[in-house]
């Protein structure tokens, strides 16, 4: 400590005159003051300093200007911007040549920042929380927004089943950053259950089957379309007509001219056919005269000749591609076609959520959505790091990434996710002082500091004043 034959003679005299203990309050007090001014700058400090100094009594020391070991701790201070640090020191064979200038032989000091006190983001970034994991690294949980999830890719698998004219997808699993995780631990990604109509069919067809391919959504559709005698159509040829079945045969009563007898009563018995995407009937006999007669006959012939083929085809509705008519039959009922056949839905045709790029496939009859992107939704993750000093920087190195009670491999993670920036600088130490480690406290970051032959200027901790 600087001062000169006066002070000394002073420290004497108080020594000589004053009780020892109110001695030592008073240079207690001086010392406080004078280490205070020394690292810290003004207004950094909420409370005063705490020092303790050791190695025998004091008065001795002040007057050999040179003290054995102080223990300095000062609780509540600013640093760099950072409110409520926490300082403590032990500083060794400490002396003071000169004014604002302290040499110490050697120290050891731990800076303590709370966890609450870390510094917040920069404007618009998610605001993290901190703890300390139980295996001693530093958890960070923080909601990731969209943007920051853009090149992040996802694979679902759903189980497709039909279920009269809606289409169930249920989630089965999930793929992302490398892992298959089950969909009950991802209901957050997954969107739960989905389901979707499908255009109603005619009576009597029913979807069967719904199965993806690698071309498409297959659905398979079946059942037999009738059409009851009495909805056919009352007009045939132009005449009036009603209609009966007969030995799997239509048969259309109806009355014809046949020159020069009129309004004769007759019955043509008809084979529905099926040509393409139309059914035809080829008559087989006319009914007529009390005879049931071949279209061979004469008199048959003369009949049939008064019907156009057309009237004896028509076109039936259009199916989708890979859907056909079977086979057509008649009785009492109707008229009974069977239709079965296995439609493609195309992927392309498939709706894709906004905010990502998505892709449609199959793998093993389930249908996979791969998703680039977040789709609006926001990521709760918890960010598993492990702190190390690396020259004058604090590094916040992520190791291990926890999303749906899974740990995943930071790197997987980071490969695809966007991470903010992960290194802090760090205050400026005067030469032989350095950080040496860092240490995840319950409470906060402790970092460490040691050196030798250090020379303090003033304002240690405020990086001059």
């Known amino acids: 400590m600087a001062y000169g034959l006066a002070g000394v003679l002073l420290i004497v005299l108080?020594?000589?005159?004053?009780?020892?203990?109110?001695?030592n309050r008073l240079l207690g007090a001086y010392l406080r003051d004078l280490v205070a001014a020394q690292v810290a700058c003004p207004g950094m400090a909420a409370a005063p300093p705490e020092v303790t100094v050791r190695g025998g009594a004091l008065l001795p020391q002040l007057v050999r200007r040179r003290l054995a070991e102080i223990e300095l701790t000062m609780p509540d201070?600013?640093?760099s911007g950072v409110e409520h640090a926490s300082f403590a020191a032990t500083l060794r064979d400490v002396s003071q040549p000169e004014?604002?200038?302290?040499?110490v032989g050697s120290m050891d000091a731990a800076i303590t920042i709370g966890f609450a006190n870390l510094p917040d983001p920069p404007d618009g970034q998610p605001v993290p929380s901190y703890r300390r994991a139980p295996d001693g690294t530093l958890a960070i949980e923080v909601t990731?927004?969209?943007?920051?999830?853009?090149?992040?890719r996802t694979r679902l698998y759903l189980k497709m089943d039909i279920n009269g004219n809606t289409i169930t997808s249920t989630p089965q699993r999930l793929t992302i950053f490398g892992r298959t995780l089950p969909a009950a631990q991802v209901g957050s990604m997954t969107g739960g259950v989905r389901r979707q109509k499908l255009p109603a069919l005619p009576a009597g067809l029913n979807y069967r089957s719904i199965t993806p391919r690698s071309d498409g959504l297959h659905v398979a559709l079946a059942g037999v379309s009738t059409t009851p005698l009495n909805q056919l159509p009352t007009s045939f040829a132009g005449r009036t007509v009603s209609y009966s079945a007969r030995d799997g045969l239509l048969g259309i009563s109806t009355a014809f001219e046949i020159p020069p007898i009129v309004n004769i009563p007759l019955t043509i018995y008809a084979q529905p056919r099926l040509a393409g995407g139309a059914m035809t009937l080829e008559p087989r006999s006319v009914q007529i005269f009390g005879a049931n007669r071949p279209p061979s006959d004469l008199i048959a012939k003369l009949v049939l000749a008064q019907?156009?083929?057309e009237d004896l085809s028509r076109r039936l509705p259009a199916l989708p591609a890979g859907i056909r008519y079977r086979s057509v039959t008649v009785d009492s009922g109707g008229i009974r076609v069977v239709v079965s056949g296995v439609t493609v839905q195309p992927f392309s045709s498939l709706p894709k959520p906004k905010g990502a790029v998505t892709t449609y496939g199959a793998d093993k009859g389930l249908l996979t959505v791969t998703t680039v992107g977040s789709a609006g939704r926001t990521m709760p993750v918890t960010v598993f790091a492990a702190p190390a000093i690396a020259g004058n920087k604090l590094e916040i190195a992520p190791q291990r990434i926890g999303m749906f009670d899974t740990l995943f491999p930071a790197a997987d993670v980071f490969a695809e996710l966007k991470s903010e920036n992960t290194t802090y600088a760090l205050q400026a130490l005067p030469a032989g002082l350095e950080y040496r480690q860092v240490e995840v406290v319950p409470g906060g970051l402790r970092i460490r500091l040691t050196?030798?032959?250090?020379?303090?200027s003033k304002g240690l901790l405020g990086g001059g004043c």
């Open 451 to 456: 050196g030798r032959d250090v020379t303090l």
């Open 307 to 309: 019907i156009k083929q």
């Open 77 to 79: 201070l600013t640093m």
């Open 144 to 152: 990731v927004p969209p943007a920051a999830a853009k090149d992040v």
């Open 14 to 23: 108080v020594f000589a005159v004053v009780p020892m203990p109110v001695v």
């Open 99 to 103: 004014p604002d200038v302290t040499r």
